[in-house]
């Protein structure tokens, strides 16, 4: 362990320490998990113990994603575990400071196109260091939708007007940890400290449910066909919506939808919430909170100003 850490902060500070373990049980969806050495190859590394990432064997033309994740526990500013498809559906966690709520932000580029992300960021009910929760990404050739423990948080409908912008090439599933200092926690402010390093990101029950695909073959097989429309037929229920709508309305404070400093005109997939609209500034941002107790102009400026700073946080 000792060695890891000097490691770490030798060579630039990619090197964490990735714990994998694997099961052979089911989930709500109704698909087996994969052992690790059947579906995945790390990154680097090697071995059980000592990686910094893995990826999928196969590419897979459409397909749901998923797998029980506990994050690093303590100090974690600067550190960024993703659990995400090339190119490209994100889920990444952004570090956190002890006592503070944890943040993440699930993303969308069409077929690698990165300058135009499709970035929304949240807030967790939960510590994901204390104990394990699941994260799924369904994509499909309709639609595709983020999970947290089989509550859809996010939904993106396909349209013609997203045109390339929708995935649509094969895609390896990939999971990273890695040094985002210049950016993750409080815009950069908070650097990834190695005093806390091994930084320990424990992976089980790893889903891999789509059809493993060559890239160069023109025409799918039947059997890729079959699985497309199986989860194609996936839907958000309506106790689903219920339950997306009310953690966007609480726990979303920042979305690409609403921010119109960045797209004057929203992009083609946004459904704009007029409730929501109103909650959010031009810079796509939560707006403070006005709900509170009267203050005098002093201290409400004060407040603001603080406010305004923490919605800058991550």
Request: glycine share 6%; charged share 25%.
């Amino acid at each position: 362990m000792k060695d890891v850490r000097f490691l770490c902060k030798r060579i630039a500070c990619l090197f964490f320490l990735l714990q994998l373990f694997w099961a052979a049980k089911g989930m709500a969806f109704e698909v087996d998990t994969i052992a690790f050495g059947k579906g995945f190859n790390p990154l680097f590394g090697d071995g059980n113990l000592v990686r910094s990432g893995f990826r999928s064997s196969d590419l897979y033309n459409h397909g749901l994603f998923s797998s029980k994740i506990k994050l690093p526990s303590d100090y974690t500013a600067g550190v960024v575990v993703a659990f995400y498809t090339h190119d490209e559906l994100d889920f990444e966690f952004l570090g956190n400071i002890r006592g503070k709520k944890w943040r993440f932000q699930t993303n969308l580029y069409g077929n690698g196109s990165t300058s135009r992300g499709r970035e929304e960021r949240y807030t967790l009910w939960f510590d994901p260091s204390k104990e394990f929760h699941r994260y799924s990404i369904l994509w499909t050739t309709k639609k595709i939708i983020f999970y947290i423990d089989e509550v859809p948080i996010r939904e993106i409908v396909r349209n013609d007007a997203m045109a390339a912008d929708y995935p649509s090439k094969p895609m390896s599933l990939y999971a990273t940890i890695w040094d985002a200092s210049n950016w993750a926690t409080s815009g950069g402010k908070y650097k990834v400290n190695y005093k806390y390093a091994p930084f320990v990101t424990e992976f089980t029950d790893l889903t891999l449910h789509g059809c493993a695909v060559d890239p160069l073959q023109e025409a799918l097989p039947t059997s890729c066909t079959q699985k497309d429309d199986q989860l194609g037929g996936v839907n958000v229920t309506p106790r689903q919506q219920m339950a997306m709508k009310k953690f966007r309305q609480k726990y979303m404070y920042y979305s690409y939808c609403y921010d119109t400093l960045r797209y004057p005109v929203p992009p083609p997939e946004c459904v704009i919430d007029q409730s929501l609209r109103r909650r959010f500034k031009d810079t796509g941002r939560l707006k403070f909170d006005g709900n509170q107790r009267r203050r005098s102009k002093r201290e409400s400026r004060v407040s603001i100003t603080r406010n305004n700073g923490n919605q800058d946080d991550v």
